[in-house]
């Protein structure tokens, strides 16, 4: 499995130029503009979820979000830099004890987080979904909206977000181009995925871990 690994990741970038130059040659240099409104869209979910979870973690803990913040700075840097959730995992913990998480959750939360929380992903998911059927003239009704939802729920507790858009593109019948254009630019935002996605699980691994200390308190 390791060396089809291998060799997937050495043709990969070929493929996704072979898919990049069709679309550009078919819809024009207009894609860049598109693909700019993508990155900026996928952000804005990203700073939306920030501001979400610092709510959250306050409304819970009674945790201001500066504190929140000020000892999330390491893992947020960390799984930026490095794209990896698991990678960054011995970072999450130790913001989590630092928050006054109890070892006996924390140990457990940020790694379980780590393989099936994909807070990112779906806001990558929502987002490609939106842009391509606006692009193609796709009414988004209510039923579409349920199917995507139950879908990206699904999807999303696995990994690899470009297989998972690429299955719900096509679980939709919309056309797979897109993912070309999308792996040309994820490198941009799978640094936010990540962010987000690590935070997402210290967010509630310390809302768990003070919900567990106040129900041990006699």
Do not use: W
Not at 27 to 39: E, P, Q, R
């Amino acid at each position: 499995m390791g060396k089809v690994v291998s060799i997937v990741m050495i043709l990969a970038p070929y493929g996704i130029f072979a898919l990049i130059a069709v679309s550009v040659g078919k819809y024009g240099s207009k894609i860049f503009g598109t693909l700019a409104k993508y990155i900026g869209s996928v952000y804005l979910g990203i700073l939306a979820m920030c501001c979400l979870y610092a709510l959250l973690v306050f409304l819970f803990t009674g945790i201001g979000p500066q504190e929140f913040y000020r000892k999330a700075s390491r893992i947020m840097v960390t799984a930026f830099s490095t794209c990896s959730s698991t990678s960054s995992i011995p970072i999450n913990m130790a913001c989590a004890e630092s928050l006054g998480t109890p070892k006996k959750v924390y140990s457990f939360t940020i790694p379980l987080g780590a393989q099936i929380n994909k807070d990112g992903t779906c806001v990558c998911l929502t987002t490609v979904f939106i842009m391509t059927a606006q692009a193609i003239g796709v009414p988004v009704d209510l039923g579409l909206m349920i199917k995507v939802l139950i879908l990206g729920l699904i999807l999303t507790t696995g990994s690899g977000m470009l297989v998972i858009l690429a299955i719900l593109l096509e679980s939709l019948g919309f056309p797979l181009e897109i993912v070309g254009l999308v792996a040309g630019v994820h490198a941009f935002n799978d640094m936010g995925m990540t962010m987000i996605n690590c935070l997402g699980d210290l967010a509630g691994t310390v809302i768990v871990g003070n919900a567990e200390k106040k129900r041990m308190i006699p």
